[in-house]
């Protein structure tokens, strides 16, 4: 791993190297900005810096520091993330149960893989206070071979109010060569005086080029799934991961037959494939559906532009050259308005059968009336 592997944020990358060589480090970070783009990853990336036995920005690799840093296992890393709520006293790992445990080193373990890969235990509650009183006992820890002590505290807005007001007395009284970093997608929900105590570094949103290019570098990623993931991650190279990597893209051939079911409006096909759609019963499936949905339509404006190139769903230019052709009054615009206003609504407590018959309804008005197979 390398700070290019950390995807787009030049600035903030030239930002950190700058510090990092002028050796005017703050002794708090706080790295805020959207999620899934690249906080907690250009942290990892900071702290195996800052303790690589070469001494430079750009980490050896080889070191025995840097392969202790690649498992995420390095006596002088410490990650802090919300934790199972019984684990309040004392140590936040002693109390947890061995399940927990185990949960809690896959978690490291799917990080140390993927640094864009999102911690989140099962039944976590929120960022300890015992997590934060901790801090204390690795700023004590000395090493003969140098380097910093590095505490990651990953979705700092987690803390719960005791633990922001440890972790303040903490940032109050720095230590030595203790090297805080906190990483928060919702900076606002932080107290004001943890905020004042850091320095901030910004994480912009991701182009859709940025992402895409990355997706491309990886092993084993067909180019038409790495197009549509970019396009539909909205500028989070960790969700496009996601969704080239576990599944999350949705099969494009049930685009088709949900929009089949729309346009033959036969009512009982139409309810199965709803049902089918909703049968995860689980909100963001039904989302990354409908964006979906949203980007067969933006490939129909494309090829009626004559913007072929454009097209997401390459695999799919022939029956979207044939829709485009069926269908040549079809508002696809308005088709995407319906979409994303139909997303909205997910988000909110809404009846999703209702939702996606009243939606249904709407395409196929946006489509046309006549009959006929795509
Ligand atoms: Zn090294």
Partial sequence: MSWDSIVGQQRVKSHLRSMFESGRIPHALLFHGPSGVGKDAAALMFARALNCREGTFDPCGHCPSCMAMSVLRHQRLKLIFPMPSKADEDSAVDKLSADE?????????AKAENPYHHIAMAKAAGIKISSVRDIRREAAFR????????????????????AANALLKTLEEPTGDLQLILTTARKDALLPTIISRCQLIRFDILSEEAILGALKRLPDIRPEDAAAAAQLSAGSYGLALQMVREGGLIKRDEVLSYLRAVVMYNPQKLMERIQAILSQEDRETLIRFLMAVGGWFRDVLAVREGAADRVINTDFREPITKFAEHYPDADCSRAIDEIERCVDLVAKNVHLVNLMIVLSQRLRRCIAPADGLI
């Fill in 101 to 109: 445990l185990d949960e809690m080193n896959e978690q490291i373990d």
């Fill in 143 to 162: 090493s003969e071979e140098g380097g910093r002590t590095v505490v990651l505290i990953s979705d700092a807005d987690r803390m719960n109010t005791s």
